[in-house]
Every structure is written in C-alpha cells, then in structure tokens.
C-alpha cells in the first residue's frame, strides 16, 4: 500500500515554465494604453535609430498566421534581450517558443532568431546588463519585470 513515505518524489516538468504575470502597474497603468501605445510603436519598431523599439515577426500557435509585435530588444553579439514586460503568457512569447524562433527586426536589419530562453534577472544579467543603459534597467525594475526572452541569431 502506498503512503507519503514510499511514494515517488514528484519531478518538476522543466518543459513547461512558471507562469509569471505582468506586474500589476503594468497590468492597471500601461495594458489599457497599449491599443493607442501599439500603432505607435509599430511606426518606430525595427527602424533604425529606434533606440531598443524592435519588432518580432512570429507565426500564431494555433491559427498559422504571421504576425508582427513591437517589444523593446537589446543586443549582444548573437544574443538577443526582450524584456517581457507582460509576462511569459503573451501571446507573442508563447508563440515564439512554441515555433522555436522567429524574426527580429532591429535597427533597421532583419534577423532570424531561433532557441528561445526564458531567463530571470540572474540569469540574463550579463545580456541586460551590455544591451541596456542604467536608465532602461531601472525602468525595467520599476515596470516589475521579472523574465526576459533570449533568442539566438541564426546562422543562415
């Protein structure tokens, strides 16, 4: 008979990251304004001398379709850094780890992009740290930022 003391430990399924939600300034201050904010942003993503505005273009999960999403990117070497202001669920990031990749369009070049990564602050500290002045990181820390998304410039 099995009791708490013979059963097998539970191993954590590492292929399926914890949930993290957007902060909840950002969820109250910054998610309504994003449907006059993303027009916008969509004008000045992946052009040059757009500062961090990038644009990723992804394939949807389910429906198949392309889309093209502006996010704030940093760069270093054949790293890319995009701090995940609305979390690990938005759709855009599940869809790119669930293709394996995408294309990011930064300062005015296209880029395909492959191996997505999720990584906390310890771990993307090295990238976030080089790509990103003080300035953007604290506004990260006070957006609640907690992940980012590290993708890898294909060879092609």
């Not at 961090?52 to 093209?68: C, F, L, T």
């Not at 310890?122 to 930022?145: E, H, K, Y």
Request: charged share 20%; with cysteine; net charge positive.
């Amino acid at each position: 008979m099995m009791n708490a003391s013979n059963m097998p430990a539970a191993v954590p399924d590492r292929s399926t990251p914890a949930v993290v939600r957007p902060s909840r300034f950002v969820r109250v201050v910054i998610g309504p304004m994003t449907k006059v904010l993303n027009p916008v942003m969509m004008k000045l993503a992946g052009r040059r001398h757009a500062m961090i505005a990038a644009q990723v273009r992804h394939v949807g999960r389910k429906s198949g379709r392309q889309y093209v999403t502006p996010v704030g990117a940093g760069r270093v070497g054949g790293t890319f850094v995009i701090p995940l202001t609305f979390g690990n669920q938005s759709d855009w990031s599940r869809n790119v780890r669930a293709a394996g990749g995408g294309t990011v369009r930064l300062d005015g070049v296209d880029c395909p992009v492959s191996r997505p990564e999720l990584a906390d602050w310890a771990q993307a500290a090295p990238f976030v740290r080089t790509a990103f002045n003080p300035v953007m990181r604290a506004g990260f820390r006070m957006l609640g930022i907690k992940q980012f998304l590290l993708l890898t410039l294909d060879d092609r």
